[in-house]
DNA sequence: AAGTGGTCTAGACCACCGG
DNA sequence: CGGTGGTCTAGACCACTTC
């Protein structure tokens, strides 16, 4: 960049290549066309691989590329807008909603886990996996953790494993009366079995979307749901609004 | 770890690192203890700085690790839970809820920015600034765009700037019925100016909240709020069930 | 087998904070 | 000033996908 340095701020190598990249992205590539690989671009670039790899790092996070080993990296198409508020007061598999149930066990709750359900600390909770797919894609993975006690009319642990054994607990679940729920997202990676169902790496960015759903009696049970971080973007609509476009890209002129 | 190599599947190092370190944050550290620097602990875990490092950003990512250049590295309190859905159906201002106006002015909004506007495509909006604190910590951002067609009653440029006139704009805001409003939230990087007030370095993972407030005329104005993603745990109150208690540390026995 | 991204190393220098 | 985390390099090898 020519003599003038007087940037007495100079900012990192991998800053200012995102910034290169993010443009070049938005005027000559399109969704789903393949970058150079990673070893010409940092060549091209005349940075280390590390550098370069710092800068598609950040891309990807803000879901602007999607890297994929042994492939290549493509340019990643609109985050999914996932609906996750509008869904008022329901039980978890009350509407079609794109969740799947994969699988129900018994197991005893985490520490974490008997601290979101409560004073009530059953012993045992029934653990439903489910899996959410939304326009192809899996998008998030669940667990939901019900303790034995809200769904006593339940069989006992002979039942079929798989997918009917989790409906069997959702649908007893559904017979509660639900007063309300409440609900938090943060920042998470992604641990090995999520990572697996939403066919990415262990350690991948994830939201992680904890809901309580409270009774009369306390806390009926707890969902933590993930969220593949790099491809979603969670929408709650407050109210009765238009749903939000999915960001229609500006062409140029 | 012995000979047992049998693991067809040997998890990176960085992985396992970062378990290790999980536990022993568990078991040895308070929160707010420093560790010992990047040099020494990547010599006692006999692996290179930079796949310590990866550990350590992964914890950080998670809440777990607070890193400070020229200070050390921190065992990060909890998350703070902030919540961004109780407060149902306001304009923003409305409630003392910690956001304190730092200023506006008037620009011609992005081509982002317009397009969350809508149809409207005013020429000018008014772009006010505003800083949430929580606990004595600045936990968010924000950047709040209003077509100057709002709030047609709003005096000329010549306002003063800072925070009163930010405040002038919030008021007259007020004045107009408020339909609605849909929500998102998703994974980004902070920009310069965002990661400045929220004492981070450029780049660091925050959570997008996009807020579209809705009256009968379409959208009147658009907020985009950063949250620190390190700190911060969003909070939606679907209803008017109790709070979710701060995460109250387990004993061990 | 060839090509991709993912992991890892052993160094170096820089920007920032504190005493 | 010394010590911290942040950036950067030039290599190497590994895991995975595709042909």
């Not at 329901?90 to 149930?101: H, V």
């Not at 018994?106 to 012993?123: D, I, Q």
């Not at 439903?128 to 019900?146: H, W």
């Not at 993930?226 to 476009?245: H, K, M, Q, W």
């Amino acid at each position: 960049m020519g003599t003038t340095q007087l940037e007495s701020v100079p900012e990192p190598k991998y800053w200012h290549l995102k910034t290169v990249l993010s443009e070049a992205l938005d005027q000559d590539f399109a969704v789903g066309e393949v970058l150079p690989n990673e070893r010409e671009l940092a060549a091209r670039f005349g940075v280390a691989r590390a550098t370069l790899r710092q800068a598609l790092e950040q891309l990807e996070l803000e879901g602007r590329l999607q890297r994929r080993r042994g492939v290549g990296t493509t340019v990643a198409p609109p985050r999914l807008g996932v609906d996750v508020g509008s869904a008022r007061q329901g039980w978890p598999g009350e509407a079609a909603d794109g969740w799947q149930p994969v699988d129900a066990a018994e197991t005893l709750p985490t520490a974490a886990v008997s601290r979101l359900l409560g004073a009530s600390t059953a012993t045992y909770v029934h653990t439903v996996r489910r899996t959410r797919v939304t326009e192809g894609q899996a998008v998030a993975a669940e667990l939901l953790y019900v303790p034995a006690a809200s769904v006593p009319g339940l069989p006992g642990i002979d039942a079929p494993a798989g997918p009917a054994r989790a409906r069997a607990v959702l649908r007893e679940l559904q017979r509660l009366e639900l007063l309300g729920q409440d609900r938090s997202v943060e920042l998470g990676s992604a641990r090995a079995d999520d990572a697996k169902e939403l066919d990415r790496l262990p350690g991948a960015p994830v939201l992680v979307v904890t809901t309580r759903y409270i009774t009369a009696t306390g806390t009926a049970a707890v969902s933590i749901a993930t969220y593949r971080a790099d491809t979603c973007r969670l929408t709650f609509n407050a109210s009765g609004a238009v749903d939000i476009e999915p960001t229609p890209q500006p062409r140029a002129s």
